[in-house]
T-cell receptor, first 112, second 112 residues
Framework: GQQLNQSPQSMFIQEGEDVSMNCTSS?????WLWYKQDPGEGPVLLIA?????ELTSNGRLTAQFGITRKDSFLNISASIPSDVGIYFC????????????FGAGTILRVKS | DTEVTQTPKHLVMGMTNKKSLKCEQH?????MYWYKQKAKKPPELMFV???????INESVPSRFSPECPNSSLLNLHLHALQPEDSALYLC???????????FGPGTRLTVT
């Protein structure tokens, strides 16, 4: 089946730092989605990408749809404490029944 | 407005109980989904409804029974659950099957 490799698995952030995470797959997708989930809550959609090569921003967040349609990255600039949580990438393709294929998640923690 | 609501927020039930989870959206979305999520894992798809008809059942045990009474509501009926069914149950909706999904806050289910 389709699989997404999301990295890193976890990372520590210090306020003000830039953060980067990515997802890769051996399969192509026609939509890439990035979600953030806080403990005990549902995932919140951050950015949706629909075209290969597309670069989209949402405030301090920037995400890109890889030109090969097999990867995507998410950058967070000038991180703040409320950025902690779990970030999931998800790919979607009509041929897969439009089911979301999720990455394993990247856990963002604050450096103490 | 991109809100999906779920009730109850928390549910504790015994293995012989019958209970129901409810999900509602008023965004005019025609596709609705049930997911199950274990701690620190990505959501796992259970059921998909499109235009109020069951479109996908991911081989879910019959002790979980979905129902879509109208285009705004989605229920998940629970009966004779096992302790391993304890998880966060998430509802999501999208305008159509190929569009981005918006998740609700989830119901935290504990089976004793």
């Amino acid at each position: 089946g389709q699989q997404l490799n999301q990295s890193p698995q976890s990372m520590f952030i210090q306020e003000g730092e830039d953060v980067s995470m990515n997802c890769t797959s051996s399969s192509i997708f026609n939509t890439w989605l990035w979600y953030k989930q806080d403990p005990g809550e549902g995932p919140v959609l951050l950015i949706a990408l629909y075209k290969a090569g597309e670069l989209t921003s949402n405030g301090r967040l920037t995400a890109q749809f890889g030109i090969t349609r097999k990867d995507s990255f998410l950058n967070i600039s000038a991180s703040i404490p409320s950025d902690v949580g779990i970030y999931f990438c998800a790919g979607q393709l009509t041929e897969y029944g439009n089911k979301l294929v999720f990455g394993a998640g990247t856990i963002l923690r604050v450096k103490s | 407005d991109t809100e999906v609501t779920q009730t109850p927020k928390h549910l504790v039930m015994g293995m012989t109980n019958k209970k129901s989870l409810k999900c509602e959206q008023h965004m005019g979305h025609r596709a609705m989904y049930w997911y199950k999520q274990k701690a620190k894992k990505p959501p796992e798809l259970m059921f998909v409804y499109s235009y109020e008809k069951l479109s996908i059942n991911e081989s879910v045990p019959s002790r979980f029974s979905p129902e879509c009474p109208n285009s705004s509501l989605l229920n998940l009926h629970l009966h004779a659950l096992q302790p391993e069914d304890s998880a966060l149950y998430l509802c999501a909706s999208s305008l159509y099957l190929s569009y981005e999904q918006y998740f609700g806050p989830g119901t935290r289910l504990t089976v004793t």
